[in-house]
């Protein structure tokens, strides 16, 4: 059966390495469970949770030196044959949630400074480019409010049933400028509307925003990031 996967990460990159690593020589070693052969995306949730805690446990509570922390959070989502396509955020201790009719989203990293344009706009029933669009209006807020948070933002959409890779865009840089009046209304108002903030992906405004294409093969597969992440399915 045809299947997809992408996982995004935020948290302690050593962690997140040896995930991925485990992932990688599962699938080569033919070992199961792996991404190759589990039957549900529910079930591969709850594989990467259990690597990711497995992993953590190296790292024994007494023997950690102030500050660090082996903690890392993981999106993870895609679709297995013609099963319905699904989107998870598993948490460091290893469980998940998934999106829900009241918040058709997960964000995992620093999350308070994007979280409200997500609120405010993203709904079950929003297009796929506008969710995407919100997503960089949501990034592009949190790197004006948390110096710690840059570019370079990574941007996937994946389209149900189609089991590829879909559009793939980098942005070295965000700037957006809010129409006159600012964002007012709920969501899918007219006024404030990310259509009217954020640049269509197919006319990329380079004056605000760098926007390049990456073909295939010539970036590495999004398996995961150090950055934060917010994917959005449909």
Not at 181 to 208: K, T
């Given at each position: 059966?045809?299947r997809?996967f992408t996982l995004?990460?935020?948290?302690?990159l050593?962690?997140t390495?040896?995930?991925v690593?485990?992932?990688?020589?599962?699938?080569?070693?033919?070992?199961?469970?792996?991404?190759?052969?589990?039957?549900?995306?529910?079930d591969a949730?709850d594989?990467?949770?259990?690597?990711?805690r497995d992993?953590?446990?190296?790292y024994?509570?007494e023997?950690r030196t102030?500050?660090f922390?082996?903690?890392a959070?993981?999106?993870f989502?895609g679709?297995i044959?013609?099963?319905?396509h699904?989107l998870?955020?598993i948490y460091a201790?290893g469980?998940?949630?998934?999106?829900t009719?009241?918040a058709p989203?997960?964000?995992?990293?620093?999350?308070?400074y994007g979280?409200p344009?997500?609120?405010?706009i993203?709904?079950?029933?929003?297009?796929l480019?506008t969710?995407?669009r919100?997503?960089?209006?949501?990034?592009?807020?949190?790197?004006?409010?948390?110096?710690t948070?840059?570019?370079?933002?990574e941007?996937?959409?994946?389209r149900?049933?189609s089991?590829?890779?879909g559009d793939?865009l980098?942005?070295?840089?965000?700037?957006f400028?809010l129409?006159?009046?600012g964002?007012?209304g709920?969501r899918?108002?007219?006024?404030g509307?990310?259509h009217?903030?954020?640049?269509?992906?197919?006319?990329?405004?380079r004056a605000?925003?760098?926007?390049?294409?990456?073909p295939?093969g010539v970036f590495?597969p999004?398996?995961v990031?150090d950055?934060?992440?917010?994917?959005f399915?449909r």
């Amino acid at each position: 059966d045809g299947r997809f996967f992408t996982l995004l990460s935020a948290g302690n990159l050593a962690t997140t390495q040896a995930v991925v690593a485990r992932l990688r020589r599962d699938i080569r070693d033919g070992n199961a469970p792996s991404l190759a052969n589990v039957e549900r995306l529910r079930d591969a949730a709850d594989y990467i949770g259990g690597i990711s805690r497995d992993i953590q446990a190296r790292y024994a509570a007494e023997d950690r030196t102030p500050g660090f922390s082996p903690e890392a959070d993981f999106i993870f989502g895609g679709q297995i044959g013609d099963q319905p396509h699904s989107l998870f955020h598993i948490y460091a201790a290893g469980n998940h949630v998934s999106p829900t009719a009241l918040a058709p989203f997960v964000q995992i990293g620093e999350q308070k400074y994007g979280k409200p344009i997500l609120d405010r706009i993203v709904a079950r029933s929003t297009d796929l480019e506008t969710a995407a669009r919100c997503a960089l209006v949501s990034m592009d807020s949190t790197m004006r409010s948390n110096a710690t948070v840059g570019p370079p933002v990574e941007v996937l959409l994946y389209r149900r049933d189609s089991q590829v890779e879909g559009d793939r865009l980098l942005f070295e840089g965000l700037s957006f400028k809010l129409p006159p009046g600012g964002i007012e209304g709920g969501r899918d108002a007219g006024v404030g509307h990310p259509h009217q903030i954020a640049p269509g992906f197919d006319r990329p405004h380079r004056a605000e925003t760098e926007m390049v294409a990456i073909p295939r093969g010539v970036f590495p597969p999004p398996v995961v990031g150090d950055h934060d992440d917010e994917t959005f399915f449909r």
